[in-house]
């Protein structure tokens, strides 16, 4: 193949490819022609490159641009050529800078390509995804990253709460003073000598027992504050600021794995224009492998435009509407609110009155006082099962769009299923700190000691049963449930089964019960130090079970909805949990007296108070450095800074959108124009047509 | 190009790994795909083209409603029938999980040019959602919902107004996209 050089060094002429529609895109311009015969390709060069070279710096396209040129291997080939025997004159210090630039881009590529190659799980992601579709392939890919999460919180837990205290505990073992009356000083966590065999499995169940006085609650951990000459390890300063680090880190995580989609989605203003466009021309999944999944995909898309334009006539019909309707409308979708509200207070009391029951019953035994260890969850979990129904039947009523519907539904289960963990702790709260009742009791150590003599190991151990029975009502369905119908569905012809039909993975509800056992996981994680581990676990066991029941009892989904699926709506709702934890966190380390009788903060009146006292033990330049940091002469030159970094970006956004609009006016002033000239064009000729 | 079907070279390797966003282990796993779609007497060839009939056997490939426009507008031959190893390379490319937003709202672009005239136009628009729907009956929309959901599209997508969509306009939706680049895949 012949290659021909032409340099010119006027602007630039737009060389075509054989496709015609390059001539608007500025990105092709040194593009050559590749008629199907063979032309030989031109070259241009625009004058850039030689302002570049007298500049003494690289001159021409860097290889790295090749790949992204949309044109045939050859011709690539045939540019690659030509840069390369256009070897520009440089110094040593270039011509290393460009060769390690080039092995550095290379050895990047092979990082990148082994860390797809050991990502977990991706075969199976891959499987799910080309056969029910990317609505069930977001809620794996969720679960994996919660699973990712979890596995390093634990890692950054160990390594600085876990491994320093078993060390320490096998080092020195020296009790530390501690302060305070004698009685709230009294822990009996030694379990009764003689015990039947199957309490260890209830203990196991429970977390009471044998399992009470090990690593796995804060009441193993002591407060030791190890001082050497060249070494010191404060055991409370260390589990305080984990806790918080921990949160931190999580936080981090989200925020960064939400990434460019909450940056295209705040940038563009939301998704609300263009979405007729958007799922034409971006919604093919190209990922869908077999006949199967394709038609499901074709159904997919058929069900979402028919539902978009339906919408349309909703809106154009609900404009028309008569204000008698309208205010009927209204006043009738206000009373199901209230209605949906009533009920979700209804389940809050039911949950209230449970805990405050089983606490009182705490001391039975055998499978009677297993019931009522886990009736909180018990109740929990029924609300969860019962409610979301009904306030689906009355969504339905409220005759809202059918997105919004959903959306509403959703947001409502959100709702239930956190503040009802909400209503749990603050149970909890209200008994240890005998909020209400008798308050006698909680005089003299600040809480209720009888009932409560290490109260962060029972908050922990509550948070252990929800996880456990989480699990175990997850595996429970899967065999109770979910297996038993499909057998009955595939077996019997009857009508009924039939209507009924094999069960659909419902992405929406599953990725709530996720976001509900991370929640639990982090309100528990200061009281329970072992949970992200646990936490861990259960989450694999749960992606193995729900891989078996959907690839053997699911039908996919025909009808699913963009917003619900999408990865930013699930994180942000597990952003909602995290500030839910973040509440009952920040309560427990300012407000309520630690227990005196275990756990590393015993003779403080508070855990946050931790951080005042081993402050005043730092250096004097450290103390001094702080206290500047804290002080006004710093942080209000810093606010004021920030505050006009902000407003500059704010005015830069806003010069952007005017800067848009005008550009689009432009665009259409100067189609007419255009065409104006063809018009004209036509005239013209027209009439020296006539006139020959 | 100093390449039999049954080996790749080194060099040639490495150049295709300079001139796509393909990795090794893709470049190596595509030879041997492709190799098995050979004939026989195609594989003495020293430049073989595979059929596009052969290339729709491809699992990847064989269900995907866009299959005989991907293969046409990634073809180099005259007659635009038959994709060569760079062809299936470019295809490739195009399609993997590294390459540019600007490549591959190019090539879909191309794609769904039904008629290769360089924009979007009424009939492209119709039969691209004719292709996303399935060619039924029952899962075809009605030509009055087709007619709203074209005029729709026109209105949300052709900012200068002269009823076609072009590359410029096509990439505008795309860019305020987050999904397309992740959806715009095909990985072997």
């Known amino acids: ?692 | 190009m100093g390449a039999t079907a049954s080996h790749l070279g080194k060099d040639l390797l490495s150049e295709y790994q300079e001139l796509t966003f393909l990795t090794k282990q893709e470049i190596l796993l595509a030879h041997k795909r492709f190799s098995e779609l050979l004939s026989k007497e195609d594989r003495a060839h020293p430049n073989p083209r595979v059929p596009t009939e052969a290339i729709l056997t491809l699992p990847e490939l064989k269900s995907n409603p866009f299959r005989a426009r991907i293969c046409r507008v990634f073809s180099t031959s005259e007659s635009k029938d038959g994709l060569s190893f760079e062809d299936f390379l470019d295809l490739l490319s195009a399609f993997s999980d590294s390459a540019t937003l600007e490549i591959k709202s190019h090539y879909a672009f191309r794609i769904f040019d039904f008629d290769e005239d360089g924009t979007l136009d009424e009939s492209d628009l119709e039969k691209l959602v004719n292709c996303l729907t399935g060619e039924t009956d029952d899962t075809r929309l009605s030509p009055e919902e087709m007619k709203q959901l074209i005029s729709n599209i026109l209105e949300e997508s052709d900012i200068d107004k002269d009823g076609t969509v072009n590359l410029s306009e096509f990439q505008h939706v795309i860019s305020r996209s987050p999904d397309f680049v992740s959806s715009f895949k095909i990985v072997l």
Not at chain 1, 221 to 245: E, Q, R, W
Not at chain 1, 266 to 271: E, K, L, P
Not at chain 1, 297 to 312: A, G, I, P, S
Not at chain 1, 359 to 367: A, P, T, W, Y
């Open chain 1, 1 to 692: 193949m012949t290659t021909q050089l032409q340099r010119q060094g006027s602007a630039t002429a737009v060389q075509g490819t054989g496709y015609m529609g390059d001539q608007g895109s500025p990105r092709l311009q040194r593009v050559p022609s590749s008629r199907s015969n063979h032309n030989a390709p031109q070259f241009n060069w625009s004058p850039a490159s030689t302002a570049q070279e007298d500049a003494g710096q690289e001159a021409a396209v860097p290889p790295k641009d090749l790949r992204g040129l949309p044109i045939p291997m050859a011709l690539k080939r045939a540019i690659s050529q030509v840069q390369q025997m256009q070897v520009p004159v440089l110094s040593s210090f270039q011509s290393w800078k460009r060769s390690k630039a080039k092995s550095l881009s290379r050895g990047r590529k092979s990082i990148r390509g082994f860390l797809n190659y050991i990502k977990l799980w991706r075969k199976s992601l891959n499987q799910i995804g080309g056969n029910f579709g990317d609505g069930v392939q977001s809620y794996f890919l969720f679960l994996r990253f919660l699973v990712v999460l979890n596995f390093l919180s634990f890692m950054l837990i160990a390594g600085f709460v876990l491994i320093p205290s078993i060390v320490f505990r096998s080092v020195a073992s020296d009790p530390v003073n501690m302060t305070g009356p004698a009685e709230c000083r009294q822990y009996d966590h030694n379990p009764a000598a003689l015990v039947k065999f199957y309490s260890y499995f209830l203990d196991f169940l429970s977390g009471t027992g044998f399992m009470e006085y090990t690593y796995l609650f804060y009441g193993y951990y002591n407060n030791t504050m190890v001082a050497g000459s060249d070494f010191s390890y404060n055991i409370p300063l260390a589990y305080l600021f984990t806790a918080v680090f921990y949160f931190a880190f999580c936080l981090i995580c989200i925020t960064a794995h939400m990434g460019t989609a909450v940056r295209v989605a705040v940038a563009t203003g939301g998704g609300a224009t263009g979405s007729y466009s958007r799922i034409v021309f971006t919604g093919w999944d190209y990922g869908c492998l077999g006949d199967r999944s394709t038609k499901l995909k074709q159904k997919n898309l058929h069900y979402q435009l028919q539902v978009d334009l339906e919408e349309d006539r909703i809106k154009n019909e609900a404009a028309s509407l008569t204000l008698g309707q309208k205010i009927f409308l209204y006043s009738s979708r206000i009373v199901l609110s209230l209605v949906a509200f009533g009920l979700i207070i209804a389940a809050f009391f039911a949950i209230y009155q449970a805990t405050i029951f089983s606490q009182s019953k705490i001391d039975e035994i055998g499978v009677l006082g297993l019931i009522y260890e886990y009736l909180p969850s018990i109740v929990i979990t029924a609300g969860n099962f019962v409610v979301p129904v009904l306030c689906d039947q009355i969504a339905l009523l409220e005759r809202y769009n059918p997105s919004i519907t959903v959306i509403v539904a959703l947001l409502r289960s959100v709702f239930l299923r956190m503040v009802s963990l909400g209503v749990l702790l603050f149970t909890l709260w209200s008994q240890i700190t005998c909020f209400q009742g008798v308050s006698g009791k909680c005089k003299l150590c600040h809480y209720n000691y009888e009932s409560y003599p290490c109260w962060e190991t029972r908050v922990g151990q509550e948070m252990y049963k929800l996880t456990l029975f989480d699990l175990l009502i997850t595996i429970a369905m899967l065999v109770l449930v979910e297996f038993p119908r499909r057998i009955v569905v595939d077996s019997s012809s009857s009508k009924l089964a039939q209507m009924v039909g094999r069960q659909e993975f419902v992405v929406p509800a599953n990725v709530l019960g996720l976001v509900y056992g991370q929640t639990v996981v982090w309100t528990g994680a200061l009281f329970c130090p072992l949970l992200p581990l646990i936490n861990t676990l259960k989450f694999v066991i749960v992606f193995y079970c729900k891989k078996i029941t959907l690839f053997s009892n699911c039908r996919p989904a025909a009808k699913t909805f963009r917003s619900t699926k999408s990865k930013v709506f699930f994180l942000l709702v597990l952003l909602f949990g995290w500030s839910l934890a973040l509440v009952a966190l920040i309560y427990s380390i300012a407000q309520i007296h630690p227990s005196m009788s275990c756990g590393p903060f015993r003779s403080l009146s508070s855990m946050w108070t931790i951080i005042p006292d081993s402050f005043y033990g730092l250096s004097q330049t450290s103390q001094g450095f702080l206290f500047y940091i804290g002080s006004q002469r710093f942080s209000i030159p810093l606010v004021l800074f920030f505050s006009v970094v902000m407003c500059y970006f704010i005015a830069l956004a806003s010069v952007y959108g005017t800067s848009v609009n005008l550009l689009k006016a432009q665009l259409k002033l100067e189609a007419r124009d255009k065409q104006f000239l063809v018009k004209q064009i036509e005239a013209l000729s027209r009439t020296l047509g006539v006139a020959r």
